[in-house]
């Protein structure tokens, strides 16, 4: 691992040339949306409003522009355009999200709401048409109101509320779709709607109890795949994962401090999630962490809750493949232990110092740098961790203020899916698929219409919404057609 990185240090400095060798023909191309930030008709066909419809509502300082997503690109009208994108672009996959409360407008079983079932049957019919896998995320970030009001993934009932939606997704919709997923970045979940958080994903929260977020998602996740598995997966025969994110976290140095910090970060941001699902149970650190801290505040208990012995062997398992989102990386260095805080942070209790250096490139999102050759050691670290699972990445982009800088977008998109075809080749890492993030412009969560992450622009300015395809958008469809990044492959 430490040779990967000064390897790959050396690369970088001296320039890295783009790997000339073809993608299997299996190996998947695609992009991602979410529910919430492309189909608008928020309150259409029996739509019941999520928690982010109500927070913005009530209060739209919280988005930068002080839009809202009532509209957004209008997806749920124009699907079929959404599709036919991506058909030019020779899409091999769409990963995009059910709103939960379409589906269920009480959030809990019950009620199924048919119009809801209706937009994704026909979205999932047009994708078939056009040869496209549809790649289903459950949950990304839209939860009903109805069940944010007892508290969300506070509650210990969000793991039977999840599941039961979960069940009613795989009845209706899975001898279509292979692939799903549970939940789009728990840790951006928990953090940000639950914790001190980085990225506000939910907001308006309680800013306590991330790690009882952390619980009872990993027990909703690991309960929907086993109903999965149990009941569906014989006649449906697809996957099941969660899209885990993270940045590679690498040592500042190669001091052995700096590499236990480093690891301890990974561990903390991804091997919380992971380890459970992938190996069993909280990761040792973490664990006694967070335990010692709590002690130290006069707690008689972890905040951290613990996972009963059967809770760990149910969870364990519960997955099909390594879904990944990553958009960048950070440095870490040791440093002393922070000091006893109250209100508690998740930061203090990793206790240790991230960083980017000022030379790497930055771009209108404060946490993205442009380092795609870190890619390779958090690719390595995934295998070695965790058994060499096959790997999906089902989040990487680059975002952009107003549509300026799409080289910049096609250079990141070539240069990441180089390093991820040289992991391939050169450290026999299993990658099954790259997915962009995003088909098109969309609303970017409190960044509102101000980020734009799109293969295709659209024209906020007026209610045609109009698409319109980017120069990285040709290259990345060149790229899937060919399986090659240069003009001609080996
Ligand atoms: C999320 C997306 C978001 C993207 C860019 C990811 O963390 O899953 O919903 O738009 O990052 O910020």
Redo the contacts with the bound molecule.
Sequence with gaps: MQFIVIALILQVCLGQDINDNSFPDDFMFGT?T?A??IEGAWNEDGKSPSNWDVDIHNNNSIVADGNNADIACDSYHKYKEDVAMMKAMNMNHYRFSIAWTRILPNGYGGEVNQKGINYYKNLIKELQLNDIQPFVTIF??DLPQTLQDYGGLLNDSFVDWFSEYSTVLFRHFGDDVKWWITF??PQ?VCSGGYGAGI?P?LIKSPAIGEYQCVHNLIKAHAKAWRIYDQQFRKTQKGKVSI?L?THSHLPATDSKENRTAAETQQLFQLGIYANPIYLGDYPEIVKTRIAARSKAEGRSQSRLPAFTRDEIDFIRGTYDFFAL?V?SAYLVNSIAEPPVTDPPSNWADIGVNTYQPDDWEKTS?EH?KVVPWTIRPLLNWIASHYNNPGIVIT?N?Y?SWNGDKDDRRLYYIKNYLSYIRTTMEEDGVKVLGYTV??LLD?F??T?GFT?K?GLYEVDFKTLKRTRTPRPSSIFYGKVSKTRCLVEKCK
Excluded: K, L, M
């Design positions: 991602a979410a919430f930030q990304h970030w789009n970045e951006s990225v994903p899209s994110n989102n958009y999102a993205i989040e982009g975002p993030w995003t969309n970017e969560w960044s980020q992450f």
